[in-house]
């Protein structure tokens, strides 16, 4: 094996990096490739909770670094998902702790015994996305169909270029259909055109991702959900395979197809 | 031309045409690092070494920064005065 690391960074915080983390990694464990996880915003963990893994946290990413537990002791294996591990950040530490050759001597060791490793960046252009970065095969920029996220996702997409990572690819997330359709929301084909770069997912606004995060399952795992599959149709993406974007629309069972019917229009 | 129809279809009162108008103008401002003030100092000093050699319309002198993928331009329009022949003898 020679895992392929992913970095999932964003800029701005808030526009779901974490979930987007959790759920590509829980998606490509499901069928059956051995992914870790890796978070990577020291001082500020937050995939344990989303994995739903916060309660067996012995050792972290730092204690790794510093050589306080061997690398096997600190990876956390989901007992739902028996081919997805965890390495969690250390709450008390700061960015400091670890440097971007940290990273990729960490990743350089999980490498051979993993298909992918994620790792969950930090918002901000600081230290700690710089560690995040460092040992990318592929960056992922999230961003959501909003001025201040697209502005930092294009100014991420450069330092990621400036850091000859690039081409970053891009997914779009809490897209909500029905402002896209009034000209109220920025549209993918828009986002797409001012940031100028590959598209790999476009994620709805889901009420279920919340759901799934109070329980601390991926929503990945939920067939029904509409973020779920387009988390699903990612990983699918990045193992190469040519998934069609779906359509965003919720069908919105008779009265929502009559009135597209009366008044199509809007994409 | 384009702003007229948009104004006509209503595209310009949507919220969302005008986050992708106030956007374009940012990342532009972003990627070059350069301000609308540099901007137009830049423009004083091109039209001053310009005029220093031909004959040129300050006021119609036209710079703008264009986007082509993730790369970005600075596009000057500079028209010039017709040359006026002085009579020899």
């Given at each position: 094996m020679t895992g392929k690391v992913v970095t999932v960074t964003s800029?701005?915080?808030?526009?779901?990096k974490t979930t987007a983390t959790a759920n590509i990694g829980a998606a490509l464990a499901s069928t059956g490739q051995k992914v870790v996880c890796i978070d990577a915003d020291i001082g500020l963990r937050n995939l344990d909770v989303v994995l739903g893994l916060?309660?067996?946290?012995?050792?972290?990413l730092v204690n790794i670094i510093e050589g306080s537990c061997r690398l096997r002791q600190a990876m956390i294996r989901d007992k739902r998902l028996p081919e997805l591990f965890l390495i969690p950040a250390a709450?008390?530490?700061?960015?400091?702790?670890?440097s971007p050759s940290d990273m990729v001597r960490l990743c350089d060791e999980l490498r051979p015994e993993s298909d992918w490793i994620l790792i969950d960046s930090p918002a901000g252009i600081e230290r700690g996305f710089r560690n995040a970065v460092a040992p990318a095969d592929i960056v992922l920029v999230i961003t959501n169909p909003e001025i201040s996220a697209v502005r930092d996702a294009d100014r991420i997409i450069g330092l990621v270029e400036a850091e000859e990572k690039g081409p970053a690819r891009l997914v779009i997330n809490r897209i909500r259909p029905e402002m896209v359709r009034r000209g109220d929301m920025l549209t993918v084909e828009d986002v797409i055109e001012l940031l100028a770069v590959e598209l790999i997912g476009m994620v709805p606004d889901d009420e279920n991702v919340l759901l799934s995060t109070n329980r601390g399952?991926?929503?990945?795992?939920?067939?029904?959900?509409k973020a779920g599959q387009a988390f699903r149709n990612i990983s699918r993406r990045l193992q190469g395979e040519q998934v069609p974007f779906m359509s965003?629309?919720?069908?919105?069972g008779f009265l929502g197809r009559l009135t597209r019917f009366i008044r199509p229009g809007g994409s | 031309m384009s702003g007229f129809i948009d104004r006509l279809l209503g595209r310009q009162t949507k919220s969302a045409y005008q986050a992708k108008e106030r956007l374009k103008l940012v990342l532009v401002h972003d990627r070059t690092d350069l301000s609308p003030g540099l901007l137009e100092t830049l423009k004083d000093d091109l039209i001053q070494t310009i005029s220093r050699h031909i004959d040129i319309d300050p006021a119609a002198v036209h710079i703008e920064m264009a986007q082509d993928g993730r790369e970005q331009r600075l596009i000057a329009d500079i028209p010039l005065r017709p040359v006026r022949r002085r009579r020899t003898g």
């Open positions: 800029g701005k915080g808030g526009v779901g916060e309660n067996r946290i012995v050792y972290d709450q008390t530490r700061d960015k400091s702790a670890v399952t991926p929503v990945v795992l939920d067939g029904k959900s965003l629309e919720d069908e919105g | -």
